[in-house]
């Protein structure tokens, strides 16, 4: 390396030291810990366990759609049950826990140079409230009536009516409970990320210094805190309705030649409150994926992230804009029709930082010295299918497009490819990238390739043509689609073919499980920084990191997360907190 | 490397896809071909850009791939083509947005010789309430619903009484003329959506919700409900019958009024409280078995 001379721009900001608090048994270090990054295997163990049943759900209704007739226990009522539930744990219970719980509570502190998140305590009970909305959420396949069939919108009246399973049962009190308690399981965990990264960070690291890691986390978090009451007063309405007759959402209702005692409410206003929720939770979902895999193609190119400051602006931009765009879900919702044009301006405003966000991805492949590893790959993948799911919300998001196509397979499989192959893939690259870090042992590389493939190229082979599904009309949340004369016998093959694929990939998720145990006693030994990464977490002294991850002092930050390659310097990566400066300093302040 | 080919792969075979596969839209028989170019327009649009981006990647992937000695460029930022990509995208979208907008002013502006026509869902169920000939709907409200009124038409609305009700059966209407469809839910949330009309929209209960459009070809044509309505949903199936004038007037002939509907039992019926049960309760296995049935 050339000599290195002490930068003097670095702010004198001190850092108070803080005191930890010191397990002293096995079951404060293992169970009721407060280290962040025990929580975050926590959090991530529980969130892929969960996730596993709504994948095994998923299995159950391709094969009820692709083979129809052929399975008698999968009657409407348990159909209806099954899409309920993976919807819920998909969205809710694996991808934003495991976003914000796994990846947050890991990455946070250790990126912004700090030795825990600042409310250790709080952090905890975070965790052990989301598992109590998990097996709330899980005791509602073993209660009478079982779970709620009201789809993962719950609509109302319908949820909380006969006609629907769990309606009147058990199922939608649970589902409400679960919700309403996950809720308050992330605000705990939530206000620690924004304080952690608010307060928390080491000596110059400075905002503009963050890895985009930690702005899309950070983002999404200030989103969540934002976006997650809406969902919580909905939750506590619809509650009332069930259980006390209110008529928050129910109007005057004959169901089945009988008039209930319901009158006056609007069950408009629900999905005005669900999506005020739901659409933010669309980004709370994908901005972490964005910071990740910016990061991603960072590194494994060896090349800085293009436009870095453009890229900070288009989170924040996306987040902001993301509130203002909500009723693009209910553009046949019988809500007033002119709202559609200012919800389709919005709607395809949106489209203009996210599209600037594609093109830094790419742009940053653009010169760079590509390292085709596993989390490079997934990277790759996650843009591909992010940019066709992005695509074809342009065509929901532009109002009179969405006429013919909402409540279609068009919307389910668009929805898919943007917040659920695309989000995931990511989450596998960072899997992949980060184990290293928090097992001490690199996965297994031919497994991961074999998981790769499978899983990127059988993805968009289930939901590319299944937008032509939806295409030609036929609708989502069908139990059944005989009779309908819009189906040609060949739409029928191209659902069986679906359900395969569906059957194949998930076989490959069981091999990415096989490895994530395998490796942890059988993988390579990485060492601290295998990737030759700049961020602070591939700089601490002991890898896994122990408690307080960075020994006795903590890290001083010279320099962003992006000096790859940097001419003159002898190696193509210098870490955050190496100082000195390099030939012209070209950092974007 | 086998990315990179594998890239270019992913976007021939979506091209190749979309041109040759068999899965494609219904013909249409509506006046709403607006929304079809729409959706061509942005296809167009959205292909190409998908196009570009994946094969520009496929190239950057075969040709930066690290090889022993290279070493990426280092460039932060490049303030001139940030704006530029920024600007064009705006561009693009706005080429989208404008089409889009022009037709949805069209979708939402019924004209104003469009015929009223209602249609009531209902688990599971459709309905249909023509206004006779005064050609006023009667009002009509969730509350008046009873076994020998299963629409709500209020019973002692003069302008109510000659409209014709078609329940749970068959709708016909007239080719080329314009219809407003006026959409009521007495139950859940339903959406009345034939994919050859391509229009749809939910119906609510406690309001009235619209949409418009011309049947341009005479057919038979199945409405699908849209909306997740409880279990039945899937085999809630309609008809509507698009006719030409004089078939169409033959049917209407045929049909019943409110006043013909509901005379013999009138007075039984006008004096019912809220809250009083009309049938034996809900009994969801048993309505289920009709619709079936069906």
Not at chain 1, 124 to 146: D, E, K
Request: proline share 6%; charged share 10%; aromatic share 14%.
């Amino acid at each position: 390396m050339v000599d290195v001379t002490p930068a003097d721009a670095v702010p004198p900001a001190e850092v108070g030291e803080v005191e930890l608090y010191h397990p002293h048994s096995w079951w404060t270090k293992y169970v009721f810990s407060q280290d962040a990054k025990v929580i975050a295997v926590q959090y991530s163990a529980t969130a892929t366990a969960i996730g596993l049943v709504a994948l095994v759900l998923s299995w159950l209704m391709r094969l009820q759609l692709g083979f129809p007739g052929t399975f008698d226990f999968i009657t409407p009522e348990a159909y209806y049950q099954f899409i309920t539930v993976h919807g819920m744990i998909m969205v809710i219970y694996l991808l934003t826990a495991l976003f914000l719980g796994g990846f947050g509570n890991y990455l946070i502190p250790l990126m912004v140079g700090a030795r825990d998140m600042v409310f250790p305590y709080v952090n905890m009970l975070s965790y052990w409230v989301y598992l109590l909305a998990v097996l709330v959420l899980v005791s509602s396949f073993f209660a009478p009536g079982g779970p709620t069939g009201a789809g993962w919108t719950l609509y109302p009246p319908q949820a909380i009516m006969t006609g629907t399973p769990g309606g009147q049962d058990w199922g939608i009190i649970l589902m409400l409970s679960s919700l309403i308690l996950f809720i308050i399981g992330f605000t705990m965990g939530g206000l620690n990320y924004v304080v952690t990264v608010l307060q928390g960070r080491t000596r110059g690291m400075t905002l503009m210094r963050l890895p985009l890691t930690v702005w899309g986390i950070f983002t999404a978090t200030v989103m969540a805190l934002l976006a997650f009451p809406a969902l919580f007063v909905a939750c506590v309405m619809m509650l009332l309705d069930r259980l006390l007759g209110t008529s928050f959402f129910m109007p005057a209702i004959v169901e089945m030649g009988e008039q209930l005692q319901h009158n006056g409410g609007s069950p408009i206003l629900f999905q005005h409150l669900f999506w005020f929720f739901g659409h933010p939770e669309v980004y709370i979902v994908a901005l972490p994926a964005f910071g990740i895999v910016s990061d991603l193609i960072s590194t494994h190119a060896r090349k800085n992230i293009f436009g870095y400051r453009m890229m900070v602006w288009a989170i924040i931009a996306i987040g902001a804009l993301s509130f203002v765009v909500w009723a693009h879900h209910m553009y046949v919702s019988g809500m007033n029709p002119y709202f559609g044009f200012f919800f389709a301006t919005t709607t395809l405003i949106i489209a203009v930082p996210t599209a600037i966000k594609v093109y830094n991805w790419v742009l940053t492949l653009w010169r760079g010295d590509i390292h085709l590893t596993i989390p490079m790959l997934f990277a790759l993948a996650f843009i591909v299918t992010f940019v066709n799911g992005g695509l074809t919300g342009l065509f929901l998001g532009n109002v009179v497009v969405d006429v013919p196509l909402s409540d279609t397979m068009f919307v389910v499989a668009h929805f898919h490819m943007v917040m659920g192959v695309a989000p995931i893939l990511v989450i596998f690259g960072a899997i992949y990238h980060w184990y290293p870090k928090v097992s001490g042992r690199m996965l297994d590389e031919t497994l991961g390739r074999f998981h790769f493939w499978v899983t990127f190229l059988g993805a968009y082979l289930i939901f590319f043509p299944m937008h032509y599904l939806g295409l030609m009309g036929v609708p989502r949340r069908y139990a059944e689609l005989t009779d309908m004369t819009i189906m040609t016998e060949s739409a029928h093959h191209l659902n069986s073919f679906i359900s395969i694929m569906a059957f194949i990939v998930g076989f490959a998720q069981m091999v990415f499980l096989f490895n994530l145990i395998w490796s942890i006693r059988h993988g390579r030994e990485a060492g601290g920084n295998p990737w030759r990464a700049t961020t602070l977490e591939w700089q601490t002294p002991e890898t896994p990191p122990a408690h307080g991850n960075f020994g006795k002092e903590l890290p001083i930050v010279y320099r962003w997360a992006y000096d790859y390659s940097v001419p003159g310097a002898k190696q193509d990566f210098i870490p955050q907190n190496v100082p000195g400066t390099f030939g012209p300093s070209r950092e974007p302040t | 490397m086998a990315i990179a080919l594998v890239l270019v792969l992913v976007v021939v075979g979506s091209v190749l896809f979309h041109f040759l596969s068999p899965w494609w839209w219904t013909p249409i028989a509506s006046n709403w071909d607006y929304i079809d170019n729409t959706i061509i327009i942005t296809f167009w649009i959205t292909g190409v850009v998908f196009s570009a981006v994946v094969l520009f990647m496929a190239y950057c992937v075969f040709r930066f791939r690290h090889r022993e000695g290279n070493r990426a460029a280092y460039e932060p930022e490049n303030r001139r083509l940030e704006s530029w990509l920024t600007v064009v995208t705006a561009v693009g979208v706005t080429a989208l947005l404008v089409p889009g907008l022009f037709v949805w002013s069209r979708f939402v502006n019924v004209p104003s010789e469009a015929a009223d026509i209602e249609v009531v869902g209902q688990q599971w169920q459709w309905s249909f309430r023509l206004p006779g000939k005064d050609g006023k709907l009667g009002t009509s409200d969730t509350r008046d619903v009873t076994s020998d009124n299963p629409l709500g038409v209020a019973p002692k609305d003069p302008n109510g009484q000659d409209d014709v009700l078609v329940e749970a059966a068959d709708l016909h209407l007239p080719v080329g003329k314009p219809v407003k469809v006026l959409l009521r839910s007495i139950d859940v949330l339903h959406d009345f959506y034939i994919p050859e009309f391509r229009a749809k929209m939910d119906m609510i209960p406690g309001s009235v919700t619209y949409f418009w459009f011309t049947p341009t070809r005479t057919g038979t044509f199945q409405v699908l409900c849209a909306e997740l309505c409880g279990q039945g949903h899937p085999l809630m199936h309609g008809v509507v019958v698009v006719d030409t004038e004089q078939d169409y007037q033959a049917w209407l002939g045929q049909q019943q009024t409110f006043a013909q509907l509901s005379a013999p039992q009138q007075t039984g019926s006008a004096d019912r409280r809220p809250g009083e049960t009309t049938a034996s309760g809900p009994d969801i296995a048993a309505k289920l078995e009709t619709v079936e049935a069906r």
